[in-house]
């Protein structure tokens, strides 16, 4: 079963525009992580922002968390064609397990 | 530094048959994740190895094993294939205890196809 659940499914903007994704969840969490996904291949860690964090940045990257609305939420700013890939949020459970949600497939038009 | 290598990166099997996938972790990682990813969804846990025991499991059955060898590669079997098992099957690696920063590294994947 799949704990979170991104938000928007799919997604279209154009280049320098900004792209907001949310994620909600179920359970207590360590933390949580987004991953990106190219075409059907491998996933590649992003951002973690802990249980006890409110807030990160990483680059064009701002992750948000609201531990009470068990919700989080990624904004990539200035968006570059590049950008173009599925998004995942994971919820880190007990022993490292990651649950992962559906994904956002976000498009960005040159 | 090679990151996570996955083998093979695509094969066909029937139904019934059964498929070994084999993975390398990134090179000081100690623990191995495997994942299935159906298309449209994202990554499902399936279990986790370290020191060459499996330490967690995911909602699969038990035609799903694993291994664990001395080297920490680790190999992913599953037996009595059925058409739902085609999928993405993707490998993760990370350090155990104090130095594990939270952040697993993916192989590219296995897409098995089943007929």
């Known amino acids: 079963s799949q704990q979170g659940e991104e938000d928007p499914q799919a997604l279209s903007i154009q280049e320098g525009e900004n792209a907001t994704m949310n994620c909600s969840y179920k359970t207590s969490i360590n933390n949580l992580q987004w991953y990106r996904q190219n075409s059907g291949r491998g996933l590649v860690h992003l951002i973690l922002?802990?249980?006890?964090?409110r807030e990160k940045h990483s680059g064009r990257l701002r992750v948000t968390l609201d531990t009470s609305k068990k919700s989080s939420s990624l904004l990539i700013t200035a968006s570059r064609a590049a950008d173009t890939a599925s998004y995942f949020c994971?919820?880190?459970?007990?022993?490292?397990?990651?649950?992962f949600g559906a994904g956002t497939i976000l498009r960005v038009k040159s | 530094d090679a990151g996570v290598t996955q083998s093979p990166t695509h094969l066909i099997k029937t139904r019934g048959q059964q498929v070994t996938l084999r993975c390398s972790p990134k090179s000081g990682h100690d623990t191995v994740s495997w994942y299935q990813q159906a298309l449209g969804q994202g990554p499902q846990f399936i279990f986790q190895?370290?020191?060459?025991?499996?330490?967690q499991r995911g909602n699969f059955p038990d035609r799903f094993s694993g291994h664990q060898f001395p080297n920490y590669s680790s190999e992913l079997n599953v037996n009595a294939l059925l058409l739902g098992d085609s999928a993405l099957y993707l490998c993760?690696?990370?350090?155990?205890?104090?130095?594990?920063?939270?952040?697993?590294?993916f192989g590219e994947g296995s897409r098995l196809t089943v007929l």
């Open positions: 993760a690696s990370r350090l155990a205890g104090v130095a594990n920063t939270g952040e697993l590294f």
């Open positions: 922002i802990r249980s006890n964090e």
């Open positions: 190895y370290y020191e060459e025991e499996e330490r």
């Open positions: 994971a919820t880190e459970e007990y022993g490292n397990k990651l649950v």
